[in-house]
């Protein structure tokens, strides 16, 4: 049974920074590119970033290309995204996305 379970949002302050992780199992994380999307109040559900494999190759939203950053842990099974310098507009809750399945999503809050 695949699970991704996010981990790591809250609530920061503009310009701060937030790591939320993604603990993935019931597959082969190895094998799978992992994907990050978020989905804010009364908005549809936006692609954040990918990491392929092999190789680990990152792409960004226009939205967060400079300040986020994904990562993977093939070791861990665990899946990450750095989010510096936050916004208001960044408040959503992040779903990690991979082999078909979502996880249940972290709620991130920026907000003074």
């Known amino acids: 049974q695949v699970q991704l379970v996010e981990s790591g949002g809250g609530l920061v302050q503009p310009g701060g920074s937030l790591r939320l992780s993604c603990a993935a199992s019931?597959?082969?994380?190895?094998?799978?590119?992992m994907i990050w999307y978020r989905q804010a109040p009364g908005k549809e559900r936006e692609w954040v970033a990918s990491?392929?494999?092999?190789?680990?190759?990152?792409t960004y939203g226009d939205s967060v290309k400079g300040r986020f950053t994904i990562s993977r842990d093939n070791t861990k099974n665990t899946v990450y995204l750095q989010m510096n310098s936050l916004k208001s507009e960044d408040t959503a809750v992040y779903y990690c996305?991979?082999?078909?399945?979502w996880g249940r999503g972290t709620q991130v809050t920026v907000s003074s």
């Open positions: 996305y991979a082999s078909g399945n």
């Open positions: 990491i392929t494999i092999p190789g680990g190759i990152t």
């Open positions: 019931g597959f082969t994380f190895s094998r799978y590119a």
